[in-house]
């Protein structure tokens, strides 16, 4: 099921079968039927649409909200998040299948990949209400980075992709909505409420995990986590942070502050 959703190229394919397989899976789990894990071979890059154009992130043009088509584009790169998000979700599946995990580890993952690809259609039912769509503009190539990076460490996944990327989601978006409701734009508004919802829980299962695996190596889960970020992610985490939501999904100021890139020259 993992390797199939990161097999499909075209977005709403992809987030269909997400939601499809993720709805299998609850109903097995519900009904008590057993699921093999099995083993795959998921794909270096998961396929894409051939729109987008990807780019470097240093020639994707900046984005300014305080228009219409600036908050197009903001929600472009949002739809673009949560469509590699669905393969990151699924790709952790599949990827690590060898790693022995309880079950409730699958569980989660296959809850977050659901999430994603609902989040993926509400946002691309944004741009289309505003006359886009996803595949209109550029988007940057530089996601699934992380994603390769970490691709032998489990550890190294959990921390970066939900404890960092994801976690860093909390922090943003609630500026993002405020830049959709002042535009007066509501249906964004509840699309991006809906996801900033339901993204706690996503980085709360990445430190769950990420705790479990270090009990099981019994090894201090604060200085594994500082010391896999320095490894695999380049230039420091951005204050401010949501410290309130990092806290509900169970990520201590003790984890990202030692972390914090220091403030340029010119806000000090
Ligand atoms: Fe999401
Ligand atoms: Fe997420």
């Known amino acids: 099921m993992a390797v199939d959703v990161l097999s499909t190229k075209d977005g709403h394919a992809k987030t269909a079968k997400s939601r499809a397989y993720a ?11 057993v699921i093999e894990i099995g083993r795959s071979i998921p794909p270096d890059h998961p396929a894409r649409p051939r729109q987008p154009e990807l780019l470097s992130p240093r020639n994707v043009p900046k984005r ?14 949002v739809a673009h998040i949560e469509l590699n998000a669905v393969d990151l979700h699924w790709d952790i599946i599949s990827r690590f299948a060898h790693v022995p995990m309880p079950m409730g580890f699958y569980d989660d993952w296959v809850k977050a990949a659901d999430d994603e690809a609902k989040h993926f259609n509400l946002i691309c039912d944004c741009l289309e209400t505003m006359g886009s769509y996803y595949g209109a503009l550029p988007a940057h190539d530089g996601m699934w980075r992380a994603a390769s990076d970490t691709a032998n460490d489990l550890q ?16 943003v978006t609630p500026g993002m909505i405020e830049i959709f409701e002042k535009a007066g734009e509501t249906a964004a508004v509840e699309s991006l409420k809906t996801i900033y919802s339901e993204e706690v829980s996503h980085v709360a299962y990445g430190a769950k995990w990420f705790n479990f695996g270090c009990g099981r190596d019994n090894s201090d889960p604060k200085e594994v986590f500082h010391a896999l970020v320095k490894r695999y992610f380049k230039g420091g985490l951005k204050p401010p942070f949501n410290e309130e939501k990092r806290a ?9 502050w030692p972390l914090a890139e220091e403030l340029p020259a010119y806000v000090r």
Request: hydrophobic share 40%; proline share 10%.
């Open 248 to 256: 509900d999904a169970g990520l201590p100021p003790d984890f990202y």
């Open 23 to 33: 709805s299998v899976w609850k109903t097995a789990r519900t009904t008590g039927e």
């Open 64 to 77: 300014k909200p305080g228009s219409p088509a600036g908050r197009i584009a903001l929600l472009h790169a």
């Open 156 to 171: 190294g996944r959990l921390a970066i992709v939900p404890m960092v990327l994801e976690a860093r989601g909390l922090d």
